[in-house]
C-alpha cells in the first residue's frame, strides 16, 4: 500500500504500516507510482486530476471530494466513483460504541467550546489540521 503525507502524517501512516510513503512536499506522488489497482483520493483538485492516469486500465478511482470526470475515467478505462456518506443514526451509534471501546482511534486534531463553532469550520476548512475539529457542548 502507498499512501502520500507530509510532516508528522509521515508517521501516522508508517503507524497505520502503509509500505511506501511519498512526502508531497517534496516530491510528486506521479513520479512514483504508476500502473495501480486503485487510487483512493481525499483531497481533490488537481491532486484528483493528477490521480486519473496512474490507475491501470480496468481499476477504480475513488474520491470522497467532489464529482468525478467521467470523460477523462472513460478515456483512461478505468471506472471513477464519488463516494459519499449517507448520515444514519444506527451507524453513528456503532462507530462512537467502537470509540468507546477503543477499537477505533479518530486522530483530534482539537477540542473547541461550540460558540467557536465559526473558527473551528474556517479551521477545518484549510485542510492543515491533522485529525478533526471537535466541537464541545458544554
Known amino acids: 500500500m502507498i499512501g502520500t503525507a507530509s510532516g508528522n502524517d509521515i508517521e501516522y501512516l ?9 512526502d508531497y512536499n517534496r516530491e510528486r506522488f506521479e513520479d512514483r507510482v504508476s500502473g495501480l489497482d486503485a487510487v ?10 493528477r490521480s ?23 478515456r483512461a478505462g478505468i471506472r471513477a466513483v464519488q ?8 451507524d ?3 462507530i462512537a460504541a467502537l470509540v468507546a471501546k477503543g477499537v477505533l482511534q479518530p486522530s483530534i486534531a482539537r477540542t473547541m467550546p461550540l460558540g467557536e463553532a465559526r473558527n473551528a469550520q474556517d479551521l477545518s476548512e484549510t485542510g492543515r489540521t491533522h485529525g478533526k475539529v471537535i466541537l464541545k457542548v458544554a
Do not use: C, F, H
Not at 40 to 49: F, K, S
Not at 83 to 90: C, D
Open 14 to 22: 508508517k503507524s497505520l504500516r502503509i509500505d511506501d510513503i511519498i
Open 40 to 49: 483512493v483520493d481525499l483531497v481533490g483538485g488537481e491532486t484528483l486530476a
Open 52 to 74: 486519473y492516469p496512474l490507475v491501470k486500465r480496468g481499476g477504480v478511482l475513488v474520491t470522497t471530494v467532489q464529482p468525478i470526470d467521467a470523460s477523462v475515467a472513460n
Open 83 to 90: 463516494l459519499v456518506m449517507k448520515r444514519n443514526a444506527a
Open 92 to 94: 453513528l451509534a456503532e
